[in-house]
């Protein structure tokens, strides 16, 4: 995959003002939807507008937050509540943090342990039944304290009157250690993103008992975060960063070469696993690793003629309406305030209108949601 497989024609000089700088550090983390800022540097749309982003890969959610917040990294790939978390302080000093845009959609699953499934679990209403009779606590796994997997797991839960407090134990392990724990037993489940519920099944460690969709279809997942700080002293740099990251997200959903693409992302300095177990469910093609096949009709995307990137306000609400809900937000904090300082919506419409990409007229949407 090279710039030989872009196929909607680009400026070859950027429309914007010369960046304050021009080489960005990015943080990231191994999962498949890294795949904008991996696309942005393969396909060279940093260097059209006038940048140079160097990625480097995370070992965990907490090391990216330390990174962005101590100005090892300009920007980073992240959770959409971890700017949130960031600008409150919930989890450690508060460095108020920007979201430039949306990254994804969809994309993430609960696995549950094949040890389970040897007890005759198979989906969500067997999982309660089983509990019922089981004389411990089964322990699952999210990726980061008030996280977006934090929120999948518990709203999956109580989609099957499973409490999230009462039933199970929940901690905090890096998506790439889920596998590991579940075959080591430290975990019976764990809710993170791709493809690391592909690798639990080749590995015979588990099996998909839910797609993220099956929660909110069409959710917002991944966002680009700056430091606010940042953002105020590079604005020019934060207009490229995000012409370079959405001219990305345009082309991966445009790309008809999904098996090239999980190729790149399989290589060691990207997600370092087998391109199998990136490409299906990349493509939308998922097995439960229990003989169900089907295709996914809400897939992993990217961009959906711009449906997937604009940074809601309403979005942002929905989130912290569920930390209220669990107890995460100080009741002192103004939510709707909150979402109108972190989610930069008129810089990203400034660049997506330059693009010739439709913005939405407003930052509170009304479709969507929640099952």
């Known amino acids: 995959m090279t710039a030989d497989f872009l196929l909607v024609p680009r400026p070859a000089v950027s429309p914007f003002a010369p960046p304050e700088a021009t080489r960005l550090t990015v943080g990231f983390l191994p999962l498949t939807d890294c795949a904008p800022l991996v696309a942005a540097v393969v396909l060279g749309l940093d260097r059209r507008f006038g940048l140079t982003l160097e990625l480097k890969r995370q070992p965990s959610w907490s090391a990216l937050a330390e990174g962005l917040a101590s100005g090892a990294l300009d920007a980073a790939q992240a959770l959409y509540t971890l700017p949130f978390d960031m600008t409150l302080g919930l989890s ?43 004389r411990t606590r089964p322990r699952f796994a999210d990726t980061y304290p008030g996280g977006t997997h ?19 134990e ?22 993170a993103g791709e493809p690391w519920h592909a690798v639990a099944i080749a590995q015979g460690a588990g099996f998909t008992a839910a797609t993220s969709p099956a929660v909110w279809p069409d959710h917002p997942e991944k966002v680009l975060a700056v430091r606010e700080d940042w953002l105020d002293a590079h604005p020019n740099a934060a207009r490229a960063l995000i012409a370079t990251v959405l001219a990305a997200c345009r082309e991966l959903d445009a790309l008809p070469y ?16 087998p391109a199998a177990a990136i490409a299906a469910r990349l493509a939308g093609d998922y097995d439960d690793g229990r003989g169900r096949r089907w295709r996914e009709p809400h897939p992993l995307l990217f961009h959906d003629g711009g449906a997937v990137n604009p940074p809601y306000w309403s979005d942002a609400r929905w989130f912290l309406d569920e930390w209220r809900r669990w107890g995460w937000l100080p009741e002192s904090v103004d939510a709707d305030a909150l979402a109108r300082r972190v989610g930069r919506f008129a810089l990203y419409a400034e660049v997506a209108d330059v693009l010739g990409i439709l913005a939405p007229a407003s930052p509170w949407r009304l479709a969507g949601g929640p099952r």
């Open 258 to 273: 999904k098996t090239r693409l999980a190729e790149l992302l399989a290589s060691p300095d990207y997600l370092d696993l």
């Open 150 to 168: 934090a929120l999948w797991l518990r709203r999956w839960l109580l989609q099957h009157d499973i409490s999230p407090t009462r039933d199970v």
């Open 92 to 134: 450690g000093p508060a460095v108020p943090t920007s979201i430039l845009m949306g990254l994804n959609r969809n994309g993430q699953g609960v696995t549950l342990s094949s040890r389970l499934a040897e007890a005759g679990v198979s989906d969500g209403a067997s999982l309660a039944a089983h509990l019922r009779r089981a």
């Open 170 to 191: 929940i901690l905090t392990l890096p998506p790439p250690a889920m596998v590991d724990a579940l075959k080591a037993g430290a975990i019976d489940g764990f809710c």
